[in-house]
């Protein structure tokens, strides 16, 4: 069995372990990866304060966002001819999921629609994550299956925090060969040159990063973080602030606002599951 222990503020956590690292999680804090440590050295970016204090929005580990990334227009969009609101970055990270399984390198959580998910998202679902570690490769699987009649819209993200030093950006990189973004700081499109992450804040919606995945260089004597993820993530979204330690590098199935829009939504029909996969290794 995985290892449980009282964490963060006694929150029931779960420890996976691979070679030489180890992947802390909890599951009521919206299945949040709280750790990734390998070797001495802790990947992950975590304001302990924000995790104990169930009235703020955690910043830090890798939240999961579902089922919108970003902000949707007025927080609102319409469904079946009626109007819902959703707060930014959905439900999901907000929520306890249950433990379905847990080995030494696997966890597998579970998140169902209720009564409350379905007064803001009219939908049923059956969502499952499973953690797992190989060697030192992190592997977060989302499942959506839809029970339901209707076809279940999907708008997916993860939002790793990886900690970069400020005084490393002006040294670290994110590759990518985008040539335009959504600057949310700016609120238009720009043309993408290069990252500068020591801006005071740098919130870019990279649309046209062609591929599944990255390479965060995270300056002298620290070690490149590779990611991958599936082909549907089409959006990578960089953040970042000055004066802090960490550096957003975050796959998105579409751009911000697409439960409104509709432009890139995936769909899951009913009883048919949709499953993608992100990876963290070094």
Known sequence: MSRAFPGIAGLETYSLKGDDCCVEVIPSRGALV????????DLLYLDAATVAD????????????FPIAGPLPGDTYVAQRESYTLPQHGFARRMAWA????EDSLLVLGLKSRPE????????????????????????????????????PVHLGFHPYFRVPDAAKAESKVETDATHAWDNVAKHEVPV????????????????HSRPGTLLARGPGLRPI???????????????????DFVCVEPWTAAAGALATGEGLLHVPPDERLSLEFDIEV
């Open 193 to 208: 040159t290069r990252l500068d992450l020591t801006e005071a804040e740098v919130d870019l919606h990279l649309r046209d």
């Open 99 to 102: 433990v379905r399984q847990a």
């Open 54 to 65: 169930p009235a703020k929005n955690v910043r830090g580990g890798i939240p999961v966002l």
């Open 226 to 244: 590779k990611l991958s993820w599936s082909p549907e993530f089409r959006t990578m979204v960089v953040w970042t602030l000055r004066g802090k």
């Open 34 to 41: 709280t750790s990734f440590q390998v070797g001495d050295e």
């Open 117 to 152: 998910t379905l007064r803001v998202f009219p939908f049923e679902f059956d969502a499952q994550l499973t953690f797992s570690l190989a060697g030192r490769r992190l592997t977060v699987a989302f499942d959506l299956q839809n029970p339901g009649f209707r076809p279940v």
